[in-house]
């Protein structure tokens, strides 16, 4: 069974950046897809970014397109999300998850899933 465990979240003013991380285990990670998906209170959840098992390519949403990066380490089976220029409109509790069905911007492409880490930008 694939976990994945997300940490990185946190308080950040409005313009400020921050790092998320996404450790997968259970499964074999250079084998996975991996995205990032984040939802508001009372809003749909919404695709953020996703990284194929190759690193070759990569996807973004137009809500953080320029502003985020995604990227994958396979000695520490980790994903990372790097955002930069966060606004109050980034807030929110931002998921990893996995497929083993190939890269896709659907969230029902992805069977595993963490618990998520909360990311509030305020000032």
């Known amino acids: 069974q694939v976990r994945l465990v997300e940490s990185g979240g946190g308080l950040v003013q409005p313009g400020g950046s921050l790092r998320l991380s996404c450790e997968a285990s259970?499964?074999?990670?250079?084998?996975?897809?991996m995205t990032w998906y984040r939802q508001a209170p009372g809003k749909e959840r919404e695709f953020v970014a996703a990284?194929?098992?190759?690193?070759?390519?990569?996807y973004y949403g137009d809500s953080v397109k320029g502003r985020s990066t995604i990227s994958r380490d396979y000695a520490k089976n980790t994903v990372w999300l790097q955002m930069n220029s966060l606004r109050p409109e980034d807030t929110a509790v931002y998921y990893c998850?996995?497929?083993?069905?190939?890269?896709?911007?659907?969230?029902?492409?992805?069977?595993?899933w963490g618990q998520g880490t909360q990311v509030t930008v305020s000032s």
């Open positions: 998850a996995a497929s083993r069905g190939g890269i896709s911007t659907s969230r029902y492409a992805y069977d595993y």
């Open positions: 259970g499964g074999i990670f250079s084998s996975m897809d």
């Open positions: 990284i194929s098992q190759s690193a070759g390519t990569t």
